[in-house]
């Protein structure tokens, strides 16, 4: 099950679990933002050091065709993803 976390730009190195989501909901979340795929290492900053953003955790075990295992980072702004996520989910529940 995909994980998103939060991380703010004031707590460097840190991010806060926002999410677990179905496979489906995190499908779904991808084809609404473009993130770019950042290794198997959880990332510490952003290009833009005080900028907030959106990491995304696909585990070894979920991969597919279109995705592979790691963390993808969303550079949207959190208020916007944050009200892309909800839909997501709402749309699945």
């Known amino acids: 099950m995909p994980n998103i976390y939060y ?4 707590k460097r190195g840190w991010g806060m679990l ?5 496979l489906e909901e995190g499908k779904s ?8 795929y950042v290794g198997q290492e959880f990332p510490t900053s952003a290009p833009d050091p005080a900028a907030d ?3 995304l955790r696909i585990f070894d075990e ?3 065709q279109e995705w592979r295992a790691g ?5 949207a702004d959190l208020t916007r993803f944050e009200a892309s996520l909800q ?5 699945l529940s």
Do not use: M, W
């Not at 926002?18 to 179905?22: G, I, P, Q, T």
């Not at 963390?71 to 550079?75: L, N």
């Open 53 to 55: 953003f959106a990491i």
């Open 71 to 75: 963390f993808y980072r969303f550079d």
């Open 29 to 36: 979340l991808l084809k609404l933002h473009a993130p770019q």
């Open 7 to 10: 991380c703010q730009s004031g």
């Open 18 to 22: 926002r999410a677990v989501l179905s």
């Open 62 to 64: 979920e991969p597919n």
């Open 87 to 91: 839909t997501c989910t709402a749309k």
